[in-house]
């Protein structure tokens, strides 16, 4: 398997959390650099979090820092999306990706920087 497969989506009052889980390829070959990103109806994608292969390093956007966190398990290859202080403006589907090449600050939130995508989970927030 080398698709990730999400899961952990819902709906959420403004305020709450949800944890995302992605399962990812076995071979660490393919997930050299993790990520979550998410799209809104009538928007384009946007790069939320990513973090290099061995956990050290994590990246953020600016909209959701301090509230997310990723994480990754390799002895488990999955990746974790910790979402806390939910807003409405967090809903949207939620992708995780997987890349052959290392995560580099100046490229982490492009979509292009990564090969395997997920089919997304719904995050849901209301007011």
């Known amino acids: 398997q080398v698709r990730p497969v999400e899961s952990g989506g819902g709906s959420v009052q403004g305020g709450g959390s949800l944890r995302l889980t992605c399962q990812l390829s076995?071979?660490?070959?393919?997930?050299?650099?993790m990520g979550w990103f998410r799209q809104a109806p009538g928007k384009e994608r946007e790069g939320v979090a990513a973090?290099?292969?061995?956990?050290?390093?994590?990246w953020y956007a600016d909209s959701v820092k301090g509230r997310f966190t990723i994480s990754r398990d390799n002895t488990k290859g999955t990746l974790y999306l910790q979402m806390n202080s939910l807003r409405p403006e967090d809903s949207a589907m939620y992708f995780c990706?997987?890349?052959?090449?290392?995560?580099?600050?100046?490229?982490?939130?492009?979509?292009?920087?990564?090969?395997?995508w997920g089919q997304g989970t719904q995050v849901t927030v209301s007011s």
């Open positions: 990706a997987s890349s052959r090449t290392y995560c580099y600050t100046s490229d982490w939130h492009l979509s292009q920087s990564f090969q395997y």
């Open positions: 973090i290099n292969s061995g956990g050290e390093t994590q």
């Open positions: 076995e071979d660490s070959y393919f997930r050299r650099c």
